[in-house]
């Protein structure tokens, strides 16, 4: 199994583990769900600016560690502390969702500041939003990103019905729709 540990799958997972409480009210469930979230919080946020890292490192041997003890010993793997647009929105997602779920405002809290910056560093209004910035230049045109910071967004609308978010969801879907009409002329006068 791959060792490397991704924001994006933790996000994916985070939901799933929700959607398994939310539908059987299993323990086992929410037990997984803090679990994740207790890893994303303690390992992957930044806990002074918000918003999470990329990934850890993939370490098999370190991971093959059984003995907590043993484990604790050796030094972690690094982190990789990009910070991505689209995991970071899908994170946004599933932590609101989270918060919601088992009543934790200090999440709900830290997901909003991670959201706003997300936006803060990576949007540019008529460019969208970039999927990183790295050594200052940001890397844009992913659809990926547009579309997950405008479903974060969205998330975050509805948990705090601040109408900011609504706004910043409409203005990524607008431009998403400009840049695939401008793309769909492009390739008809190709034609």
Same mark, same amino acid.
């Given at each position: 199994p791959q060792t490397e540990k991704l924001l994006d799958v933790n996000a994916s997972m985070l939901m799933l583990y929700l959607d398994g409480f939310e539908s059987l009210r299993l323990a086992r469930y929410a037990e997984r769900t803090e679990a994740v979230l207790g890893y994303v919080q303690q390992t992957l946020a930044d806990s002074q600016d918000a918003g999470w890292a990329a990934s850890q490192q993939e370490a098999p041997e370190y991971y093959a560690i059984v003995d907590a003890a043993m484990r604790a010993a050796r030094p972690c793997p690094p982190v990789d502390?990009?910070?991505?647009?689209?995991?970071?929105?899908?994170?946004?997602?599933?932590?609101?969702?989270?918060?919601?779920?088992?009543?934790?405002?200090?999440?709900?809290?830290?997901?909003?500041?991670?959201? =706003?910056?997300? /936006?803060?560093?990576?949007?540019?209004?008529?460019?969208? $939003? *970039?999927?990183? +910035? =790295?050594?200052? /230049?940001?890397?844009?045109?992913?659809?990926?990103?547009? $579309? *997950?910071?405008? +479903?974060?967004?969205?998330?975050?609308?509805?948990?705090?019905?601040?109408?900011?978010?609504?706004?910043?969801?409409?203005?990524?879907?607008?431009?998403?729709?400009?840049?695939?009409?401008?793309?769909?002329?492009?390739?008809q006068q190709q034609d």
């Open positions: 502390r990009t910070l991505l647009a689209a995991p970071n929105a899908a994170m946004v997602s599933a932590a609101l969702r989270a918060a919601r779920v088992f009543e934790d405002d200090g999440l709900r809290d830290f997901a909003l500041r991670s959201l =706003e910056r997300i /936006v803060l560093d990576h949007y540019r209004p008529g460019a969208g $939003v *970039a999927h990183c +910035i =790295e050594k200052d /230049v940001p890397v844009r045109g992913l659809l990926d990103d547009q $579309v *997950a910071v405008a +479903i974060a967004n969205l998330d975050a609308f509805d948990t705090t019905e601040d109408i900011v978010y609504q706004m910043m969801a409409e203005e990524l879907a607008r431009q998403m729709a400009q840049q695939s009409g401008s793309q769909q002329s492009s390739s």
